[in-house]
């Protein structure tokens, strides 16, 4: 009788590391490509920048680059008006790569940096518009994805702390962790084929 209270303790103490497990992942991966998505859409970050530059030579700009261990990325459904005008780029992608963001004026070194150009031949400008458009689509939809899965989570997590049904809250929470999963694996496959950027930094 002992030896089963025993093992019925330890499956229970098993399954609520699994359910912890899944919602850690779940939103840790939906939160994180929320604010990869976001930043895209609006140039923004989130969480703040590490530090701002005014003007920055472009010895500077291989010192950040240094800094960064990797290229510095612009975000990519917004064309800046000007050269030099200041935009936002961040140093990785999104969690666990995801490191800072700064503050420096627009320039060729920063992939993703859009910036108009009048002097550029008008083929050249519909296929950087084309891959704006392209990019927005995923950004948004996949920016709702994240807030759904959040949901679910959110969701399973309500169901097994709050109303304490074990198996309704592993079962929504395993769901939440493979979504997320799916998730994040189709995005990174569709931007691969949509944003001839997105190889880099890696």
Known sequence: MKLTENQSSSAKILKNLLVFFFLYGAVSYSLSLAEYTFFHLSGKA?????????????????EELHLCGGPLFGANTIETENALDPIVARCGRFWPFYHYSVILPANNMIPGAFIKNPEEPAEVTEAKHHLIRNTT?????FLLLSVIVTGLAGFSAYQFIVKKQDEKGFKWAFHAFVSSLFMMV????????VDPVFSLGW
Do not use: C, Y
């Open 46 to 62: 989130l969480f703040g920048v590490e530090r701002s530059h005014e003007s920055l030579s472009r010895e500077k700009m291989i």
């Open 137 to 141: 689509v995923v950004n948004l939809a």
């Open 186 to 193: 189709a995005f990174v496959g569709i931007m691969f084929f």
